[in-house]
T-cell receptor, first 116, second 113 residues
Framework: DTGVSQDPRHKITKRGQNVTFRCDPI?????LYWYRQTLGQGPEFLTY????????KSRLLSDRFSAERPKGSFSTLEIQRTEQGDSAMYLC??????????????FGPGTRLTVL | AQSVTQLGSHVSVSEGALVLLRCNYS??????LFWYVQYPNQGLQLLLK??????LVKGINGFEAEFKKSETSFHLTKPSAHMSDAAEYFC???????????FGTGTRLQVFP
């Protein structure tokens, strides 16, 4: 169990540029979640996957945001035409469901995005 | 809709004093409740969770929380604060243990020597 990993840890970009973040969940975790945390706030749910299927998307996830989990393992979150309001910490978490589940979401260290 | 309210954005205690962080929830279904801790520039670590078993839940680092349905509360306590407890604490609620988490706004705990 190597934990949830996220790459990059920090990203600075200029307004209007596209950025992509990667999340590698704990091995064999079938659920993967993305959250966004702005300064002084709690994390807010963005979307989650069960295997490769995207099961739910928050209304916070505008059409500039897209998330994929093509093979049911790692996931990517892309933001197109970034805006200053996108500056935040993007957190990924993973969990298992069904038999053997620990009923826990395990979080990665996050990717801090700064849009100039 | 589910929601969580954390009373007090900042709590300060002396080392060795009781820690009490408050969390009230709103849920139309039996809730699953969680406390997470976040250290600076790090992700969230689970402290403890309530998943409809015992109402008094013990977690890591000496923390515990009691689920009180009549008060819709899930307050976090620790009998004796340690300097290493200084961090941000988040209460969260969900419909099922592996469903999306709805977080409160957090409480920053400061511990003074």
């Amino acid at each position: 169990d190597t934990g949830v990993s996220q790459d990059p840890r920090h990203k600075i970009t200029k307004r209007g540029q596209n950025v992509t973040f990667r999340c590698d969940p704990i091995s064999e975790h079938n659920r993967l979640y993305w959250y966004r945390q702005t300064l002084g706030q709690g994390p807010e749910f963005l979307t989650y996957f069960q295997n490769e299927a995207q099961l739910e998307k928050s209304r916070l996830l505008s059409d500039r945001f897209s998330a994929e989990r093509p093979k049911g393992s790692f996931s990517t979150l892309e933001i197109q035409r970034t805006e200053q309001g996108d500056s935040a910490m993007y957190l990924c978490a993973s969990s298992t469901t069904g038999q053997g589940s620990t009923d826990t979401q395990y979080f990665g260290p996050g990717t801090r995005l700064t849009v100039l | 809709a589910q929601s969580v309210t954390q009373l007090g954005s900042h709590v300060s205690v002396s080392e060795g004093a009781l820690v009490l962080l408050r969390c009230n929830y709103s849920s139309s279904v039996p809730p699953y409740l969680f406390w997470y801790v976040q250290y600076p520039n790090q992700g969230l670590q689970l402290l403890l969770k309530y998943t409809s078993a015992a109402t008094l839940v013990k977690g890591i680092n000496g923390f515990e929380a009691e689920f009180k349905k009549s008060e819709t509360s899930f307050h976090l306590t620790k009998p004796s604060a340690h300097m290493s407890d200084a961090a941000e604490y988040f209460c969260a609620v969900s419909d099922t243990p592996t469903d999306k988490l709805i977080f409160g706004t957090g409480t920053r705990l400061q511990v003074f020597p």
